[in-house]
Each structure stands twice: as structure tokens, then as C-alpha cells.
């Protein structure tokens, strides 16, 4: 009886968190890119993609309980520190999938426990989520430096496609 419990509570906070990304339209490749600009900044900030024009941009969200989005944080980190120099900008949006990772301690506390070091926003309220359109944890994109979305991958793996696509665009001096 507690198990069914449990599963039903699990259906209706997930129905709940993706009906508020439902309103979010789905963003297309070639789309100018949505702004990152939220509170708090747990690391780094605040950040607008206006002040990143010129950079090649990561935007990666996460929540810090998703095995899957803990599972990319060492590929992002490398990714941080080997293209950070040439250009690239990795931006963490932390949108909790549960309501106990809200709290803004247990958020900085799983960043320092990760060791990431690229700034972080906290969207507690899904609006950074919404309108980028984003539907799972964890979903990262790029955009160029001029401000267009140009890549998309939803969940773990695909780490050589998505550097390869790092490396275009920052070769890319348009």
C-alpha cells in the first residue's frame, strides 16, 4: 500500500512539473537563444546571454538528485576547462525535479560536492526552463556566438558528437 502510494505521489509531482513545462514552447534549432538570466546564482552571475555575445555558450539543465545530470557534470567540467580559454561558456540552470531541491544550501552544497566551477543559476520556479522549452533532465545546448541555438541533446552520452559540435563553433569566428 505505502509503494502505490509512493508511485502515485511520484506520477502526480512529475505531472505537475511537466505541465509547467508544457507552457514552454519547444525551441528549434536556428531559433535565437532565450535569456539565462534568473536568481540566485550559486556560482558565477549573473549572467545574460546579451553579456555572452561573442562566446560560444553551454547551457546545461540539471537538478542535483538525477543520477543521469550527475552522471555529465565530469564531461562538462572537462568541457570547462579545456574550452573555457578558446571561448566557450558553460552555464548550469539547476531546475529541482523534487521539492527538496529547492533549498538554496543543498544546491551549493551539491555544486562544491561535484566540483563544478561554471556558474550555476538556480530556477526554482521553472521560468529559465520554460522558455527554453526544456522536457528532461538532463538537456544541454549550445548556441553560437551570436546568440542561435545551434545544438541539442537530451539525457547522458553522445559526449564526442556534442565536443565535436564544441569544436565547430568556436572555430567558427562569425
Request: charged letters at 20%; proline letters at 6%.
Amino acid at each position: 500500500m505505502a509503494s502505490r502510494r509512493l508511485l502515485v505521489l511520484g506520477a502526480v509531482v512529475a505531472a505537475v512539473l511537466f505541465a509547467g513545462a508544457a507552457a514552454g514552447q519547444a525551441l528549434r534549432l536556428g531559433q535565437p537563444a532565450p535569456e539565462v538570466t534568473g536568481a540566485p546564482w550559486i556560482t558565477g552571475g549573473p549572467l545574460s546571454m546579451q553579456a555572452l555575445r561573442g562566446r560560444v555558450v553551454l547551457v546545461e539543465f540539471w537538478t542535483y538528485g538525477c543520477v543521469n545530470c550527475e552522471n555529465v557534470i565530469p564531461q562538462l567540467r572537462a568541457w570547462h576547462e579545456k574550452y573555457g580559454p578558446t571561448g566557450l561558456v558553460v552555464v548550469g540552470v539547476h531546475s529541482p525535479e523534487f521539492p527538496w531541491e529547492k533549498r538554496r544550501d543543498k544546491v551549493v552544497a551539491a555544486t562544491k560536492r561535484f566540483g563544478i566551477r561554471y556558474p550555476v543559476v538556480q530556477d526554482n520556479d521553472f521560468a529559465i526552463w520554460n522558455r527554453w522549452g526544456v522536457r528532461a533532465w538532463p538537456t544541454m545546448l549550445l548556441v553560437d556566438r551570436q546568440g542561435v541555438v545551434r545544438y541539442r541533446h537530451i539525457g547522458e552520452g553522445e559526449y564526442d558528437e556534442t565536443e565535436a559540435a564544441i569544436r565547430r563553433l568556436i572555430a567558427d569566428p562569425s
